[in-house]
């Protein structure tokens, strides 16, 4: 069974950079990994995806390592509007099959 | 010029009743999606829909179905409605990997 798994929570400072790490063991050769924020009552966003390497955008990097067993997810500098939670997903597409799987979901409470 | 929308955003009802969620995309895509989010925030897709070809989740009850009059729109319908399916559901869509939710639907059953 395809499993994403990541941390429950995280705590930091106005400032520092964060880095939050998803589990995904199974995945595929041609699976992506996507991360997306959600604030309550919102929809998720995305933020960003990536297959290989790094990956940088405006808001985030991603690292993912040559297994591609995991990947970091990184905000630099993160302030108080990054609160929220932060969920890894994967789509394991697998020979012929088809699972979007989420993980649970990563809390991110920034502190002044 | 919301990009996915969903109606209503709030809904509550009883138990056994029947209903449903209207969601619309105006962007384009190809792809539409139903998630479900429980109370634990634990987001599980339900199912896919592209190009008239639907693709479940076999953990979904076959109480709930999706229902695409067009390429814009895919609602869902929920018969005989149980305590447990009170959670947000979520529609998404998509043209490749990247979603776009919409702002969800809280549904409460009594």
């Known amino acids: 069974l395809a499993k994403t798994t990541q941390p429950i929570s995280m705590d930091s400072y106005e400032g520092q950079e964060v880095n939050i790490t998803c589990s995904h063991n199974?995945?595929?050769?041609?699976?992506?990994i996507t991360w997306y924020q959600q604030f309550p009552s919102q929809g998720p966003r995305f933020i960003i995806q990536g297959y290989k390497t790094k990956v940088t955008n405006e808001v985030a990097s991603l690292f993912i390592p040559a297994d591609r067993k995991s990947s970091t997810l990184s905000l630099p500098r993160v302030s108080l509007s990054d609160t929220a939670v932060y969920y890894c997903l994967v789509d394991y597409s697998g020979a012929g099959s088809y699972q979007l799987t989420f993980g649970k979901g990563t809390k991110l409470s920034v502190i002044p | 010029d919301t990009a996915v929308s969903q109606t209503p955003k709030y809904l509550v009802t009883q138990m056994g009743n029947d209903k449903s969620i209207k969601c619309e995309q105006n962007?384009?895509?190809?792809?539409m999606y139903w998630y479900k989010q429980d109370s634990k925030k634990f987001l599980k897709i339900m199912f896919s829909y592209n190009n008239k070809e639907l693709i479940i989740n076999e953990t979904v009850p076959n109480r709930f179905s999706p229902k695409s009059p067009d390429k814009a729109h895919l609602n869902l319908h929920i018969n005989s409605l149980e305590l447990g399916d009170s959670a947000v559901y979520f529609c998404?869509?998509?043209?490749?990997?990247?979603?776009?939710f919409g702002p969800g639907t809280r549904l409460t059953v009594t």
């Open positions: 962007l384009g895509h190809d792809t």
């Open positions: 199974n995945i595929a050769t041609n699976d992506y």
């Open positions: 998404a869509s998509s043209l490749a990997y990247e979603q776009y």
